[in-house]
């Protein structure tokens, strides 16, 4: 902690450094990138791990939030903020060249909030289109449908960007040309069955050779963190199932975490117990679904039947304690919403020597099948630096040999009280993702086997006020979903809704390596690989 | 000639709720009357019809799941002739919007639904389809699909259960027969 600070005090003698949850450093915009890159570039401090990058209006100033991580140990983290009070032309200095997690995210936070980041190569909009008048999360922003009423002719896609490039004199703008003259664009989505919901990909094509992908996200995006903002803790929980819905109840189970945390709410034994369980049976589901539709992109429709016959097995479960099947709204702050059912312990027992007869089956149907394994092996290869720079974890940053569990390595719930294997992969290809989907599912067997005769007793939820009010300042919680690392950042300023929040997507790091992984891959890899990423679309749009 | 009541096979008239508007019509068409080689033709042709309607493939959010839930195997909707999925639309006799539709999507399902060739359906999966469910105080949510395409057969739930899509899907049935296409009021005049 000491070596950090004077590292920063060393490249920035006036930045300000406080020690909150997290060591928190605040510079100006001129002083960030020199702070980000001997962050990045010192070997014991080693902040190589962007985790995510969140635009903030503070009402005077328009700031940006990096949480930044090291791929050393990535239970140990730094804030570093920065704001700019200009709030007509607001620029700040891009990290996109150190951390490769910011090339996407610095655009959403200038679809959000109009922030331009000087030396940023792609400065378009992501998420919203070209004809969008206004920056939906400022403040001041008028939420109206006048101003942006529902267009439905169709839109221009135009192959050129922009880049603002600072100079002798100011900034100027730059165009930049996506693809060249004599590129063949073919357009894969919104509407494709393989894209995994609606995603946009412009793939420049040479002959059957990827030059390029150019990602278009957006087609779904809800405003799921802007209408957060308007409504208290326990109202807006019901979101989180909606952003990545394969894994719902993890996703719910971060912002619990992080509200519980935040306001001091002890939950009780059993109610983490039963979260811990319920997390790793969605993690099943999750992994089962991906493994069917991967298969079937593949061409293998009978794995995809077998896959969903399985999954519903787990989600019989799911229906008889929560009541939902895909969507189950089962926690709530301070524990769960009610207890299980009388015959859950019964089923999980039942189903688990069921799993791994099935595993067995799958690896017999597919694992082996010589086709499976020529589309696979060496298909999509993910280095382990591009990884850790573009933030990807859960199953493909694992393939990739990148530890990164949040399980193993900052365990909460009730993950201190099992034994289990982090499954680590170190070729990178489409074939060490798949497997290490079905190796996980093996794992999320044994911890549940661990957990499901020792649920203690006691009630399942503590009691809570109505109407929480968290103490004013920064929260943020990281939870190990199906795809990765999931996150939720709240900015209080002590009122009973968030000043600002925002869910950290592990979706939106797998999408971003497309253009890397499948670069000189052939077209018909691209499917094959996108299965063997998982994302899904809900989860990056928000 | 006699306009016969509407029939699913295998499953009695009395379970099928919320049917008012289509005893109505078949009422009306009773008392205007059909005739006898039209009316067998149009029972031909809707028989054919409502027992082969094959749905497109598009899912946007969470609803997809449930809808290929749908298809899979236990709930399997090929036994109720929704053979397979279409991956074009020029395949496809209904659409089933299945999930959030945002700003940026809107025009992409216009031109989806225009690219279907007649007779066309819709079928609004899910709350977000129908009035834009939970979201729809979003600045960018479209507020029920039935604002950009014409629905025949709302299915309400967040997400449907299988059931309830599968109830819908025979409601849209229903409604394909006793559809009249030969020798209609305006194309008489």
């Known amino acids: 902690m000491e070596a950090i600070k004077q590292l920063i005090l060393a490249t920035v003698p006036d930045a300000l450094i406080e020690e909150k949850i997290q060591l928190t450093v605040t510079v100006s915009p001129e002083a960030l990138r020199p702070v980000a890159l001997a962050l990045r570039n010192d070997e014991s401090a080693c902040f190589d791990y962007l985790i995510q990058l969140t635009g903030v209006d503070y009402g005077e100033a328009l700031g940006v939030v990096y949480l930044l991580s090291t791929s050393l140990d990535l239970s140990r983290c730094l804030v570093l903020k920065t704001a700019t009070t200009d709030r007509e032309q607001p620029t700040l200095p891009t990290v996109s060249d150190i951390w490769g997690t910011a090339i996407l995210n610095e655009r959403e936070v200038y679809d959000f909030f109009g922030i331009r980041f000087i030396g940023h190569p792609d400065m378009r909009h992501l998420f919203l289109t070209e004809r969008w008048k206004g920056y939906p999360l400022r403040k001041d922003y008028d939420a109206s449908r006048e101003q942006n009423p529902v267009n439905l002719t169709s839109y221009d896609m135009p192959d050129t960007s922009v880049k603002w490039v600072s100079g002798k004199n100011g900034i100027k703008l730059e165009k930049v040309q996506l693809f060249e003259d004599d590129d063949y664009v073919l357009n894969i989505g919104p509407q494709h069955p393989a894209t995994h919901g609606v995603l946009h990909f412009r793939t420049a094509l040479d002959g059957e050779i990827i030059k390029k992908i150019d990602v278009n996200c957006g087609y779904i995006h809800r405003g799921i963190e802007k209408l957060c903002e308007g409504l208290t803790y326990p109202q807006m929980l019901h979101f989180t199932d909606r952003l990545d819905y394969l894994s719902s109840h993890i996703n719910r189970h971060a912002l619990c975490l992080c509200v519980e945390k935040a306001a001091g709410i002890e939950v009780p034994r059993r109610a983490e117990y039963i979260r811990t369980i319920m997390d790793e049976l969605t993690r099943i589901t999750s992994h089962l679904l991906s493994w069917a539709c991967m298969c079937m992109d593949m061409g293998a429709l009978t794995a995809f039947i077998y896959g969903m016959r399985d999954r519903e097995k787990i989600l019989d479960i799911f229906e008889q304690t929560t009541g939902g099947r895909l969507i189950q709204n089962y926690n709530v702050i301070g524990g769960v919403m009610a207890d299980i059912h009388p015959d859950f312990v019964k089923k999980v027992k039942e189903f688990i020597p069921y799993m791994h007869k099935s595993l067995r089956e799958y690896h017999q149907l597919y694992t082996g099948n010589v086709i499976a394994r020529d589309r696979m092996i060496g298909v999509g290869v993910l280095e382990k630096e591009t990884a850790v720079s573009y933030a990807v974890s859960g199953p493909v940053g694992r393939a990739s040999g990148f530890h990164c569990d949040l399980r193993n390595i900052a365990p909460y719930a009730a993950y201190d009280q099992v034994i289990f294997k982090e499954i680590i992969r170190t070729e990178g290809d489409s074939m060490a993702r798949y497997l290490n989907r079905l190796d996980e599912i093996e794992q999320s067997l044994s911890i549940i086997d661990q957990l499901i005769d020792t649920i203690p007793a006691g009630p399942c939820c503590a009691k809570t006020k109505p109407i929480i009010r968290l103490p004013e300042g920064e929260y943020f919680q990281r939870v190990e979903a199906a795809r990765g690392e999931f996150g939720v950042y709240i900015l209080s300023k002590g009122e009973k809704s968030p000043w600002r929040l925002k869910f950290r997507s592990p979706s939106m790091a797998l999408v971003s390596i497309m253009d890397t992984v499948c670069h000189g891959a052939k077209i018909a890899d691209l499917i094959t690989i996108g299965g063997s990423m998982d994302y899904v679309i809900p989860d990056i749009d928000r | ?189």
């Open chain 2, 1 to 189: 000639m006699e306009v016969k009541n509407i029939k699913i096979k295998g499953f009695p008239n009395k379970e099928f709720k919320d049917t008012g508007y289509l005893e109505k019509y078949v009422e009306e068409l009773r008392a205007n009357g059909v005739g006898i080689i039209t009316g067998v033709l149009d029972d031909m042709i809707n028989w054919g019809r409502s027992n082969s309607l094959w749905p497109l493939t598009f899912a946007t959010s969470c609803c997809g799941i449930e809808f290929m839930a749908v298809g899979a195997a236990r709930f399997d909707f090929a036994r109720f002739g929704f053979e397979v999925t279409r991956n074009s639309p020029r395949q496809a006799d209904v659409i089933i919007v299945a999930g959030t539709i945002v700003d940026k999507m809107a025009p992409i399902l216009k031109r989806l639904y225009d690219q279907m060739a007649e007779p066309k359906y819709v079928i609004a999966m899910g709350s977000c389809a129908i009035s834009g469910g939970p979201f729809c105080n979003s600045y960018c949510v479209v507020n029920g699909v039935d604002k950009i395409i014409p629905v025949d057969v709302f299915v309400p739930g967040c997400p449907p259960k299988p059931e309830a899509l599968l109830y819908g899907m025979m409601q849209l049935q229903r409604k394909v027969k006793v559809e009249r296409f030969m020798f209609k009021e305006k194309d008489k005049k």
